[in-house]
């Protein structure tokens, strides 16, 4: 029977659906710990919230500090390149060093050291520097799934990912829908510091967290194993089409669409409005898409068709009239996107070794964190062009071109 495993990463939160669980878990099943996953929950809440909750408003922040698109396109994509330094290395140390807390204060120190950043300088260049520093944060949730699976026996390895993909959702809604409010009443500065504020709470909550030690072996993941889980097959070509994916996911919701909201005369308080319209579809794709259309579709239709209508839709961002237009824009991307991740994700471990799961989710997510540095990046400078036309036009060729190599690639792996 196929299982799913669904969690959200950092740049944005991407979804995936695992099959086959029984080879999730690297560690022992940790027994009886049902106080410490419920604790581990509240951290990952608590991360998440501090990470997201200025992502709405941070593309019209940085403009308003009279920035370029260029240079707008530099601050969204520097937290893209950092995850491509950093999600290896980390996935690698972790497996090597055997430890996982460490890893998980690095998030949380990180994602408050960026909100605090952004306080402290208020120039393009500090927020240049406060969002590579989240970009750091980002780089450690692969570390928060894999230790959090362990508070599970393998059988449940399904349900433990269902509760971190709905703990994330919930905790970037949460946050991402009060942002706009907080900055329209508070300032640009609020929610900087609220995410700070919250992120300090969550590290010394973290400290009281129980760490994991996976029990040692022979066969526990070597530098010189890198060189086989990066040629698997499957993982390179999913890594590639999800660097196209995180392209139009960071150059619409977690870039560009704000501002195009804003040149409408939508008020940053009604930018929560953008944000539900995109997210709420979005975890719904991710939870039940694959049930409704991959029986129906297969793998590869499903892909076709979240790359097809995730470029439809945002071709048309710039051609809608009014702000409730827009939301609809955005309902649609949001759902055809929640169809995308969940399966490249899945496949991207599939055939993986337990002991080296750790080590190929840092190589896909630092592979796809490509797109999301070089999507804003280049559609900044499309933008300072062309208007922020060409950035969304970039968007949706980058989206079709995703369509035309799914169908060529996953030939082989129709349900």
């Not at 969002?131 to 928060?144: C, D, E, I, N, P």
């Not at 500065?189 to 040692?216: H, S, T, Y």
């Not at 899945?346 to 080590?359: E, F, N």
């Amino acid at each position: 029977m196929r299982q799913y495993w669904l969690m959200m990463d950092g740049a944005g939160d991407t979804l995936v659906a695992k099959q086959q669980m029984s080879s999730l878990q690297s560690a022992e099943p940790v027994q009886g710990k049902g106080n410490s996953r419920f604790f581990f929950l509240i951290i990952v809440f608590m991360f998440w919230f501090s990470s997201y909750i200025y992502v709405p408003v941070l593309s019209p922040y940085v403009e308003h500090l009279g920035a370029s698109y260029f240079m707008v396109g530099m601050v969204l994509g520097v937290y893209g390149l950092m995850q491509i330094i950093f999600r290896l290395p980390i996935g690698i140390g972790s497996d090597y060093l055997n430890r996982r807390r460490p890893f998980i204060y690095l998030g949380l120190i990180a994602s408050g050291g960026s909100c605090f950043l952004f306080i402290w300088g208020v120039n393009p260049g500090w927020a240049l520097a406060a969002r590579a520093l989240s970009g750091v944060a980002a780089s450690a949730w692969v570390v928060y799934s894999v230790m959090f699976a362990g508070y599970f026996p393998k059988e449940e390895a399904g349900r433990a990912m269902g509760m971190l993909q709905f703990t994330t959702v919930i905790a970037q809604l949460s946050s991402m829908m009060i942002s706009g409010y907080m900055v329209d009443h508070w300032g640009w500065n609020a929610p900087f510091l609220i995410g700070g504020i919250v992120a300090i709470v969550a590290l010394l909550l973290a400290l009281r967290l129980p760490d994991q030690r996976p029990e040692k072996r022979e066969s526990s993941i070597q530098i010189k194993d890198l060189a086989v889980v990066i040629k698997e097959p499957l993982l390179v070509k999913v890594s590639l089409l999800s660097v196209l994916a995180h392209c139009v996911l960071f150059i619409t919701m977690f870039g560009y669409t704000p501002n195009q909201a804003l040149s409408l005369g939508a008020s940053k308080e009604s930018l929560g409005w953008l944000t539900l319209a995109f997210m709420v579809p979005h975890a719904i794709a991710t939870l039940y898409g694959s049930r409704w259309f991959g029986k129906l579709l297969g793998d590869r239709g499903t892909l076709l068709l979240g790359f097809t209508g995730s470029a439809i839709f945002t071709l048309l961002i710039p051609a809608m009239p009014t702000l409730a237009a827009l939301c609809i824009t955005q309902v649609g991307n949001g759902f055809m996107q929640g169809l995308i991740f969940p399966l490249l994700l899945g496949k991207s471990v599939a055939g993986i070794a337990p002991y080296k799961r750790a080590t190929a989710m840092g190589f896909y997510q630092a592979v796809y964190a490509i797109g999301m540095s070089a999507g804003p990046f280049v559609a900044g400078w499309m933008s300072s062009v062309y208007g922020l036309t060409g950035g969304f036009w970039l968007g949706g060729i980058a989206a079709a071109l995703a369509a035309v190599l799914s169908w060529v690639w996953m030939r082989e792996t129709n349900r």
